[in-house]
C-alpha cells in the first residue's frame, strides 16, 4: 500500500508535494481546481515544472486529484438558474461539467497525475438510465478531447439523494456507458461504503464486499482506495467522514479492511477532518500503517 491523502494546494500547487512530506505520504490527491468556483486555476508552468520536480525527488506516486465538486455530470444537458439567490446566473452545468472534466485532465497530463476521482453524479429529475448515459457519454467526450494516460476514477458515493454510484452495479453502468477502459477506473471510498450499506467492518465484511465488487465490476480496475472512518451510521446514507479509528468503523474494522490481500497495491487516500480539524495529519497516517500492519499480522 502507498499511503497518502488529500492535501491543500493553496499557494501554488508544489506546495502540495511539500505539505504531503511532511506528514509523511508517499501517494498524494490534491484540488487542481479551487473548490467554490467553476473559473480554473491558471497553473504556471514554473508550478508545475517544480510539482512535478518535487514529486520525482521525493518518489511520490502514484498521484490523483480529486474533481470539483461543482461538476456533475448527471445532470440535465440544459441551462438552469444557479447560484445563491440574489446572484442567480443561467449555466448549463452538464456542459460545464464536461469542459470542467477536460481541464482536469490536461492539468492531471502536465503535472504527471494517475487519475482524477470522480463523483459519478446525481440524476437531478432525469431517470437513472437517462443520466447513466448521459455521464458515460460526457466521459467520452472528456477523455476524447484529452489524449494521454491520465484516468478517471469514478468513486462511489454514501447514497445520499439522487446520487449515482452507490451500488457496484450502477458504478459498472456508468462505465460501459463511458467506454475508454483503459482510461476508467475506480475508487472506493471506506465511508461512503460503510454509510451505503455495505459491512466493511464487519468480521469477513470486507471479502465479501471486495468478492462483489470483483464480481461486477473487476477488482483490476480498482485504482485509488479512499481511506476515512464513519461519524454518521452504518447505512446512514450521510457523507461525514471522522479519523482513523475515531469512528463508526473503527480500529477492528480497519485492521480487518486494510489487511485484505487485493487491496494491497494500491493508493490509499486519507481525507480526515484531522486531530486538530485542519486535514490530515500525521497523527492519522500513523494510525493507519498501524492498522496496516496489524491487520496483516492477523491474516498472517
Ligand atoms: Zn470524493
Ligand atoms: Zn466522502
Redesign the pocket.
Known amino acids: 500500500m502507498r499511503f497518502g491523502a488529500h492535501v491543500s494546494s493553496s499557494g501554488g500547487i508544489s506546495n502540495a508535494i511539500d505539505r504531503g512530506q511532511t506528514i509523511g505520504c508517499e501517494s498524494l490527491q490534491v484540488f487542481t481546481h479551487n473548490p467554490r468556483t467553476w473559473r480554473p486555476i491558471n497553473h504556471t508552468s514554473e508550478q508545475i515544472a517544480a510539482f512535478r520536480e518535487k514529486a520525482a525527488a521525493a518518489g511520490m506516486g502514484p498521484m490523483v486529484s480529486h474533481g470539483l465538486y461543482l461538476m456533475n455530470l448527471g445532470a440535465p444537458d440544459a441551462e438552469v438558474p444557479t447560484g445563491p439567490p440574489g446572484k442567480r446566473t443561467m449555466r448549463n452545468i452538464y456542459r460545464s461539467s464536461v469542459e470542467t472534466l477536460q481541464q482536469h485532465l490536461r492539468i492531471g497530463e502536465a503535472l504527471g497525475l494517475t487519475g482524477v476521482v470522480l463523483h459519478v453524479g446525481s440524476s437531478k429529475g432525469s431517470t437513472t438510465d437517462e443520466s447513466i448515459a448521459r455521464i458515460g457519454a460526457g466521459i467520452a467526450e472528456a477523455l476524447d478531447a484529452v489524449p494521454g494516460t491520465c484516468a478517471i476514477h469514478l468513486e462511489n458515493t454514501?447514497g445520499a439523494g439522487d446520487t449515482i454510484g452507490r451500488s457496484f452495479e450502477e458504478l459498472r453502468a456508468v462505465a460501459d456507458a463511458a467506454g475508454h477502459e483503459e482510461r476508467v477506473g475506480f475508487c472506493l471510498?471506506t465511508?461512503?461504503l460503510f454509510a451505503s450499506g455495505f459491512p466493511v467492518h464487519e468480521e469477513g465484511g470486507i471479502d465479501r464486499v471486495l468478492a462483489a465488487f470483483d464480481q461486477i465490476v473487476g477488482l483490476h480496475r480498482l485504482r485509488t482506495l479512499?481511506l476515512?472512518d464513519s461519524m454518521t451510521e452504518f447505512g446512514s446514507n450521510r457523507?461525514r467522514?471522522e479519523n482513523i479509528g475515531e469512528g463508526l468503523i473503527g480500529e477492528d474494522g480497519f485492521r480487518r479492511i486494510l489487511g485484505h490481500p487485493a487491496l494491497q497495491g494500491l493508493p490509499v487516500i486519507l481525507?480526515v477532518p484531522g486531530e486538530a480539524g485542519e486535514g490530515p495529519d500525521l497523527i492519522n497516517m500513523e494510525r493507519a500503517r498501524r492498522l496496516h500492519a496489524e491487520g496483516l499480522a492477523l491474516r498472517g
Request: glycine content about 0%; hydrophobic content about 10%; aromatic content about 0%.
Open positions: 454514501a471510498d465511508q461512503h479512499h476515512n457523507d467522514h481525507e
